[in-house]
T-cell receptor, first 113, second 114 residues
Framework: DAKTTQPPSMDCAEGRAANLPCNHS???????VYWYRQIHSQGPQYIIH???NNETNEMASLIITEDRKSSTLILPHATLRDTAVYYC??????????????FGKGTKLSVKP | GAGVSQSPSNKVTEKGKDVELRCDPI?????LYWYRQSLGQGLEFLIY????????KSGLPSDRFSAERTGGSVSTLTIQRTQQEDSAVYLC????????????FGNGTRLTVT
């Protein structure tokens, strides 16, 4: 079973920030938080990941609470092309020894004009 | 830069035939994974390669499934005597061989067994 809890769906207005929450209350100290998204008929697309600190890249920002029990993915200016299912995953990734990315149900984000 | 490339993108085969699916990982990525995704379901881990060796084959569903990787690069997943329950999207991912490195996925091969 997935070790994360996400709302099944969210709506966001085009041009506004999309804030996607994720609960991972049983996260271990050496587990990373990864975010992926999947657009229909495509493979999962890596967005961002972090261990303890907040992270930002060209796609998004990741805010991790101090106790690491939850996180928020922020898409600063959502576009229609950001409509997808977003997956929050926690994993101990020893550089590939376990292949244990568990994709749960994710959050279906709908960006509306 | 170039991402993970998979071919073919779609494959329709008759029950009982063998199929080969190909994955070209991102250059420099020594870790390679195969997953499959059935309609509306999550990803199911199949096999992991570290270089050319496969230390974790625990996800292969039966002995009809096999995979190899040559030159630390291209990988092929072979399904022998295909069954209808093998119908799914087969996804390949690659990553650097270091702690925390994220996996990068291809767009998959959609296999339909008739």
């Amino acid at each position: 079973d997935a070790k994360t809890t996400q709302p099944p769906s969210m709506d966001c207005a085009e041009g506004r920030a999309a804030n996607l929450p994720c609960n991972h209350s049983t996260i271990s100290g050496n587990e990373y938080v990864y975010w992926y998204r999947q657009i229909h008929s495509q493979g999962p697309q890596y967005i961002i990941h972090g261990l303890k600190n907040n992270e930002t890249n060209e796609m998004a920002s990741l805010i991790i609470t101090e106790d690491r029990k939850s996180s928020t993915l922020i898409l600063p200016h959502a576009t229609l092309r950001d409509t997808a299912v977003y997956y929050c995953i926690v994993s101990v990734n020893y550089g590939g020894s376990q292949g244990n990315l568990i994709f749960g149900k994710g959050t279906k984000l709908s960006v509306k004009p | 830069g170039a991402g993970v490339s998979q071919s073919p993108s779609n494959k329709v085969t008759e029950k009982g035939k063998d199929v080969e699916l190909r994955c070209d990982p991102i250059s420099g990525h020594t870790a390679l994974y195969w997953y499959r995704q059935s309609l509306g379901q999550g990803l199911e881990f199949l096999i992991y390669f570290q270089g050319n060796s496969a230390p974790d084959k625990s996800g292969l569903p039966s002995d009809r499934f096999s995979a190899e990787r040559t030159g630390g690069s291209v990988s092929t997943l072979t399904i022998q005597r295909t069954q209808q329950e093998d119908s799914a999207v087969y996804l390949c991912a690659s990553s650097f061989q270091r702690v925390g490195s994220p996996l990068h996925f291809g767009n998959g091969t959609r296999l339909t067994v008739t």
